[in-house]
């Protein structure tokens, strides 16, 4: 259980009630999960903590741990009760220091609106991988909705399961920040290896054919030790921006992350002296050394090429897959 992720220990806005959202569809083990949670001393605190349950699972809260815990639990039976002014109620009730939200996966995550003072801290996923394929082939909209903004997303259940590789790329493309962990039965799987990735790691250029695009930029974000200080060269469309400092460009390509409505530009911030002289949507082969340094949209560290050469290209109409 990667319990021990939730974190309760940071410093919070005292302006704003802090919520903690814990996502899944039925029997993902969301309250499993927040149950070890609320036995962890991180979780313990002076004030009282208000839980609110949105679906009704086959495990029940410990009325034990909630009274020992200080928390309050209050099951909302549909979504139009989850009104900014109920919430706000509850809030006058229950005086609590913080709001834990079980959500029901049937309710669109985007239909959620909180009181203004309220703000989500933290955004949890729970995954059950042994039903993953049923909702992406029948619900993926609703799924995206869930991981999009997810700070965590724990898969557990994937004893059985070899290749975790194509699970991965395909929330990461759905949740490009957040932290994707797999759990079987006897705890954390590891990631997967450099010979499982479609292209050679030990050569002095890594050729990243369009094919593996998806797979490249998704694990790049992710493995730092992995790629810093490699060269790569990869075909992409050119992306720029008056905002962008002097010299830099974004080479990247289209992807579909949940529908067809929903494309997104998959690409990492580039320094070349080409830059002044490239279009946007001009296509490009790029040559360039990975590094890993902050840069504002990343919100932290993140990949930074540095370009060996940039050379016009033919187009590739695809759309990256995962």
């Known amino acids: 259980m990667a319990g021990e992720k939730m974190e309760y220990t940071d410093t919070l806005d005292d302006d704003f009630m802090p919520v903690f959202l814990i996502n899944g569809f039925l029997e993902a083990g969301k309250t499993q999960f927040l149950q070890f949670t609320m036995q962890q001393d991180y979780f313990q605190t002076d004030g009282k903590t208000l839980l609110i349950v949105c679906e009704d699972g086959d495990t029940e809260y410990d009325t034990e741990l909630l009274k020992r815990t200080k928390t309050a639990g209050i099951f909302i039976e549909s979504m139009d009760e989850l009104t900014p002014e109920r919430l706000l109620e509850l809030e006058l009730l229950y005086n609590p220091e913080r709001v834990l939200i079980e959500w029901n996966g049937m309710w669109n995550q985007d239909d959620l609106q909180l009181p203004d003072d309220w703000r989500v801290y933290q955004q949890i996923t729970i995954i059950d991988m042994s039903t993953f394929d049923l909702y ?9 909705a869930m991981i999009k903004n997810s700070e965590l997303v724990i898969c557990n259940r994937c004893d059985g399961i070899e290749d975790l590789s194509g699970y991965r790329r395909t929330l990461k493309s759905m949740c490009q920040r957040g932290e994707i962990v797999f759990e079987d039965s006897e705890g954390e799987i590891d990631e997967i290896a450099d010979e499982d990735l479609p292209y050679d790691m030990s050569a002095d250029v890594i050729a ?115």
């Open 136 to 144: 992406v082939a029948n619900m993926k909209p609703l799924l995206y």
């Open 208 to 322: 990243i054919s369009p094919e593996a695009y998806g797979i490249w930029y998704i694990d790049c974000m992710d493995r730092r030790d992995r790629y810093e200080g490699k060269i790569v060269e990869f075909t992409a469309m050119v992306l720029k921006s008056p905002e962008f400092p002097k010299n830099y460009f974004v080479p990247g390509r289209m992807a579909m992350t949940c529908c067809e409505a929903d494309m997104t530009f998959l690409g990492f911030v580039t320094k070349a002296r080409e830059a002044k002289d490239l279009q946007t949507k001009q296509w490009v082969k790029v040559r360039a050394r990975i590094a890993y340094e902050f840069w504002k949209d990343y919100e932290g560290e993140g990949p930074v090429l540095y370009a060996e050469s940039v050379q016009p290209a033919e187009p590739i109409r695809d759309v990256v897959q995962f």
